[in-house]
């Protein structure tokens, strides 16, 4: 018989995180986050639009995938959706930085044609 799961719950999808007690006892010995989600009222099934993205739960800040194993005393978090693609803010960033060294090189050897 599977013992009761104390969890601690962070939500952050609503702005300032959330913390809240959650005690569950699992129907079986391998309990996962996606049991959790479901006793939470998170969500009903792995392909539940509120979680479908990717990254959007994990435990003590690693992301966890629906079926992963979870423990006694783990912290659940749930996080907010991100506003800034990292990747495309990635980008553009080292664009601008390309763009800028171009720039100064190319103004470099300008001045060094220039004069007599």
Sequence with gaps: M??????????????????KDFTWEPRDSAPTVGQV???LGVA????DPKIARKG?????GKRKD??????DGDRLELYSELLVDPMAARRK????DLDARLQ???????????GK
Excluded: E
């Design 2 to 19: 599977a013992t009761k799961l104390h969890i601690l719950v962070c939500d952050a999808r609503q702005g300032d995180p959330v913390l």
């Design 37 to 39: 989600l479901m006793a």
């Design 56 to 60: 959007c739960f994990g435990v003590f």
């Design 104 to 114: 100064a090189k190319a103004a470099s050897k300008k001045g060094r044609f220039s």
């Design 44 to 47: 009903d099934s792995p392909t």
């Design 93 to 96: 960033k080292a664009n601008k």
């Design 66 to 71: 629906w079926d992963a194993p979870i423990y």
